[in-house]
């Protein structure tokens, strides 16, 4: 079945489990909760013309079955710049010295996106305690990026990743045969060494009390 | 103390955009009365299913096929019945409206059963059924007679299609009764709707509450729980948007066009006494 919790790390995303690569351990799926409607502008609308059409995920299987994206934990992942909400660049390397959580989400105003914005600005007193800083990526635009920023006064930065390059960079699986751009977050430490990922597409907010578990530890 | 503004000086009223859907109306006594028309589809799609079981019953009676088969395979019909209504009505919830072709006017059907859910337990039988029996009848007879013009002796075959279009014609009844107070129920089927067989009162009410996304199913109610749980249709939702760019209606929040009317129910309630038409909630608690 299609939904089967996965055990193992940096599998196909074939299965709507979540998959965690720290620790060799990995969480089981639980029921889910519903997501919250949102008011929003977009009501009704299709997608804005100017955002990028959903890529074909390239998949590639090694002998095993296995796929394991191409940032791992271990290494330091490629640099990128990328502007944010407000059209300004932003570099990953700016954040060296304090653990980074980057989390790729599939697109704003979005259910699942949207409580998992949420759930990080929830949180985002135990993130500021713990010296990280949060960046969202998502192939939206900027001005998308604003407004969902703006509506659910998210206090992090959101990036704008067009065309999905870093995300194909960095390896994001993506979910149901591709179809979906996939659900990770990566913790990066001090020195910018990944040192957990952690995927789960339809449980959004489980990935704030993970990431956040790893980060008490670093 | 006061001045009068002349009109010409007054700031123009700003008026909220008209719904994007018309707002359906609660529809008057002589639209729920069931017509000759209606009649007849029904009668028409009953016909249908009973000649397809019947098939399927003589097949078993002439000695070609054990009961157990068909028997298996009219369960199995009932249970994919209930998905089939699940999957159809996640969609015209979703998505379309009046103006879309051949659903458009199914889009605005659930669209008035929103507003106004309790409206179709004034229905009388066949005013409620005909749409589907209409269905039943005009794909059922075809598939049936392909089956017997195969040379099909599968009583099996005909016992799945047969249940599977009385399913799905009875789930309108079926839903009607997930609607209705618990002492104007016909005997017996309160128990079916506590047992499971029949969609409960209390599943199928989770799904008139905001934002009416779960609980889509309205045979049995059976594949609720595993597609709320996993989230299929919020899936499904997601691929559509990243294909085509169109969100499904319960992503926002729910337009007034969709949402229970309690206020016009709270109202007539207040000032008039009528019992059957004045209640104020989709679904009896009692």
């Known amino acids: 079945m299609a939904f089967t919790p996965s055990t193992a790390c940096c599998k196909p995303s074939l299965a709507l489990a979540p998959r965690a690569s720290s620790r060799g351990s990995a969480a089981r799926a639980q029921a889910a909760l519903l997501c919250t409607p ?169 990935h704030i009390g993970e990431t956040l578990k790893i980060l008490q530890s670093l | 103390m006061y001045t009068l503004t002349p009109r010409c000086h007054l700031q123009p009223v700003r008026r909220s955009p008209p719904p994007s859907l018309s707002v359906p109306s609660r529809a008057d006594r002589d639209e729920l009365r069931s017509t000759w028309p ?36 009219a369960l199995a019909a009932y249970s994919l019945a209930d998905l089939a209504t699940g999957v159809y009505h996640w969609f015209v919830d979703n998505y379309g409206d009046a103006s879309t072709p051949v659903f458009g006017a199914q889009i605005t059907a659930f669209q008035g059963h929103h507003r106004h859910p309790y409206t179709i337990t004034f229905r009388e039988p066949c005013n409620n059924l005909h749409a589907l029996a209409r269905g039943a009848a005009l794909a059922l007879t075809p598939v049936d007679a392909a089956l017997s013009a195969a040379g099909s002796t599968s009583a099996a075959a005909h016992a799945f299609v047969g249940a599977f279009a009385a399913c799905v014609v009875l789930s309108q009844q079926f839903h009607a009764w997930a609607h209705e107070k618990r002492r104007r129920l016909p005997p017996g089927v309160e128990a079916l709707q506590s047992a499971g067989v029949l969609v409960s009162r209390a599943q199928h ?48 929040e729910t337009d007034a066009s969709w949402k229970e009317d309690t206020g016009a129910e709270n109202a007539a309630a207040a000032t008039a006494g009528n019992d059957g038409l004045l209640q104020t909630a989709g679904i009896s608690s009692d």
């Open chain 2, 38 to 73: 209606q009649r007849a589809w029904t009668l028409a799609g009953t016909a249908a299913i009973l000649s397809s079981l019947s098939t399927s019953a003589s097949l078993v009676a002439a000695g070609s096929s054990s009961p157990a088969e068909p028997l298996a395979a």
């Open chain 2, 205 to 252: 009410a989770a799904h008139h509450s905001q934002p009416y996304n779960t609980n889509y199913c309205i045979v049995s109610g059976m594949w609720n729980g595993l597609l709320d749980r996993y989230k299929v249709f919020e899936a499904l939702e997601m691929v559509v948007y990243f294909r085509t760019g169109i969100r499904p209606r319960s992503w926002d």
């Open chain 1, 38 to 206: 949102s008011t929003s502008a977009f009501r009704g609308l299709r997608r804005p013309a100017s955002a990028a059409p959903a890529p074909r995920w390239r998949r590639s299987a090694a002998s095993t079955g296995i796929v394991c994206g191409k940032v791992s934990k271990g290494i330091v992942p490629p640099n990128f710049t990328l502007k944010d909400q407000n059209g300004k660049p932003v570099s990953l390397n700016k954040f060296k010295g304090k653990p980074v959580v980057v989390y790729f989400y599939p697109a704003d105003e979005t259910p699942g996106c949207t409580k998992q914005a949420c759930a990080f600005r929830d949180s985002y007193e135990k993130f500021k305690k713990a010296g990280a800083e949060v960046i969202g990526i998502s192939g939206d635009d900027a001005a998308s990026h604003k407004a969902f920023a703006q509506k659910y006064r998210l206090p992090f930065t959101l990036l704008s990743d067009e065309g999905n390059r870093v995300r194909k960079e960095w390896g994001v699986p993506g979910d149901l045969f591709g179809t979906l751009p996939g659900r990770q977050t990566y913790v990066l430490d001090k020195q910018g060494v990944v040192q957990y990922i952690y995927n789960n597409q339809f449980q959004p907010e489980k």
